[in-house]
């Protein structure tokens, strides 16, 4: 559960200075298996059960569609890449369906799932119905077809990015465990580093603050959109305090429509929102899972996966693709010690340079 509570402070919607609420994390554990009986052979795809439901849409959102789930199998051959495979050494039964662009990984019953050895959150846990894999329809819609089958990310000639170095002034967010420097301090640094070498590979970079001055989050997005961002990019440090076990990397980004969010903290998951950042689903997801594989390689630090959340106010409402990084935690000692290092931060900002190139 200390694992499930980290994360920085104040970037969040609700009081900057209030207690961070409890967690609620929608964990494979909270959805049920459909009824795996008296499923036709020939049927292709099936509605969800009632016990798939997510929780209850807020009252002004639309009725949910019909949630569907889909054999894998007959997906892939209608889009033409081999079916999935079941991975003969795993403890757990996991499957890998792969295509020109990469393999993901799927193990049954949990919402966790790699691409290309990148951890990466499901909407909902896959399911074997008649010995067949079966995949939510979003979760195809969502995460699988836009890594197995979408186009390659490009960027124009010119491309511009914001950086948003988070916190500042008076909202210095978490503080390392070791010699109480703030995340705020880390942040600008990072943005700092990262700029000329964002400009060197053609990006005309902006950042949201260039010293320690508070800034909202509401002003950064409304920021991205005056700068016509193509690209926005939210760097932050987390904390898992008073635990000083939790490490490792996240990269955040919005949460699709339907979808449960990964992480919810306590606030309102309104899964069936529409908003601007859902223009960018593929988009977010594959920059997301570049980023958190760059920086998990470059750092060594754990990789602990790209998630979806809509909490995050920075990136809600963006107008162009968005995602949040969380480069390590500085309540861990092992790991503020490394963020306390220029050298760690110079790390940091090349990985995410190189994996914009
Ligand atoms: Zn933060």
Not at 40 to 62: D, E, G, R
Not at 92 to 97: D, F
Not at 239 to 252: I, M, Q, V
Not at 323 to 340: F, Q, T
Request: hydrophobic residues 40%; charged residues 20%.
């Amino acid at each position: 559960m200390l694992l499930l509570l980290a994360g920085c402070t104040s970037i969040y919607q609700g009081s900057e200075s209030g207690p961070v609420p409890k967690e609620w994390s929608q964990t494979s554990a909270a959805v049920q298996p459909p009824a795996t009986n008296k499923i036709p052979p020939a049927v292709k795809i099936i509605p969800a059960p009632a016990s798939h439901a997510n929780p209850p849409p807020l009252k002004t959102f639309p009725p949910a569609p019909i949630l569907t789930w889909t054999s894998l199998d007959r997906w892939a051959a209608a889009n033409k890449i081999a079916g999935p495979r079941r991975m003969p050494d795993s403890p757990v039964a996991s499957y890998a369906v792969s295509s020109p662009r990469g393999t993901m990984i799927l193990e049954i019953g949990s919402r966790e799932a790699t691409w290309n050895g990148v951890e990466l959150h499901l909407g909902f846990a896959p399911e074997i119905i008649d010995d067949q894999l079966f995949i939510h329809g979003l979760d195809l819609q969502k995460n699988l077809e836009p890594l197995l089958l979408g186009k390659p990310l490009a960027f124009g000639a010119n491309r511009i990015i914001v950086i948003d170095p988070g916190h500042g002034g008076g909202n210095s967010g978490t503080v390392s465990v070791r010699d109480g420097r703030m995340e705020k301090e880390f942040t600008l640094d990072w943005a700092r580093r990262l700029k000329p070498l964002l400009e060197a590979n053609g990006w005309t970079v902006f950042l949201t603050r260039t010293n320690d001055s508070y800034v909202t989050n509401s002003s950064r997005v409304v920021f991205a959109t005056a700068h016509h961002a193509d690209l926005f990019i939210s760097l932050h440090f987390n904390s898992g305090a008073p635990d000083k076990k939790a490490g490792g990397l996240e990269t955040y980004c919005f949460s699709p429509t339907g979808i449960p969010s990964t992480v919810t903290r306590g606030y309102a998951d309104p899964w069936m929102e529409k908003l601007s950042s859902n223009d960018f689903d593929a988009e977010n997801l594959q920059i997301a899972l570049k980023l958190q594989g760059a920086l998990a390689r470059a750092t060594g630090l754990e990789d602990r996966g790209v998630r979806h959340v809509r909490y995050i106010e920075v990136l809600r409402g963006q107008k162009c693709p968005a995602v949040l990084i969380e480069g390590g935690y500085l309540s861990n000692p092992h790991e503020a010690e490394k963020i306390e290092s220029a050298a760690f931060r110079q790390q940091l900002a090349a990985a995410v340079a190189g994996a914009l190139k």
